[in-house]
Nanobody, 130 residues
């Protein structure tokens, strides 16, 4: 069974930075896509960024500000978030899915949709407020 656990959330002022971490366990190869999603009550969950074996994917809303990276030796994926805005406030979730199943597509509003993520963490809260 694959498990993912997020950490690194918190409260910062606009313009600040945070780095989220997601530790994955339960698989021994790197044939998994890892991704970050966020959710605000009353809105649909939004794909933020995902990384498999190739190039990373980003929603336009975070492109140029957020950077996803993965350390395969540690089975960990990171989300470096810079130039944070109040609209980035959300619960951030990490998820994992087999590369053979995951499909990443662009949504009409230039977000990303990531299908096939089977394993989800419990989330970490990010609050951007002055």
């Amino acid at each position: 069974q694959v498990h993912v656990v997020e950490s690194g959330g918190g409260s910062v002022q606009p313009g600040g930075s945070l780095r989220l971490s997601c530790a994955a366990s339960g698989y021994t190869d790197n044939a998994y896509c890892l991704g970050w999603f966020r959710h605000v009550p009353g809105k649909e969950r939004e794909g933020v960024s995902a990384i498999g074996s190739g190039r990373p994917y980003y929603a336009d809303s975070v492109k140029g500000r957020f950077t996803i990276s993965r350390d395969n030796a540690k089975n960990t994926v990171y989300l470096q978030m810079n130039s944070l805005k109040p609209e980035d406030t959300a619960m951030y979730y990490c998820a994992a899915g087999p590369l053979s199943v995951v499909v990443v597509t662009t949504t009409p509003d230039n977000g990303i949709r990531v299908d096939g993520m089977d394993y989800w963490g419990k989330g970490t809260l990010v609050t951007i407020s002055s």
